[in-house]
């Protein structure tokens, strides 16, 4: 579920979320072909921004 994979990356309500594996997100339809191709990687890399911070947030993905 999405809220899950969000509490597993330390996402956090306000979050903006700005890349995923390195492609910029741009549109709905765009970011979730974007998810779909990062989903199938060993790793998901979320870059996204806190506040005035930038952040990176990964999570090694296991596919059974």
Do not use: C, M
Not at 15 to 41: C, E, H, M, Y
């Amino acid at each position: 579920a999405p809220a899950a994979l969000a509490r597993r990356l330390g996402i956090e309500p306000g979050d903006l979320i700005q890349r995923v594996n390195g492609q910029r997100l741009l549109t709905p339809a765009q970011s979730l072909q974007v998810f779909k191709k990062a989903w199938r990687q060993p790793e998901l890399a979320i870059e996204l921004q806190r506040d005035e911070q930038a952040l990176v947030r990964t999570l090694k993905l296991t596919h059974q």
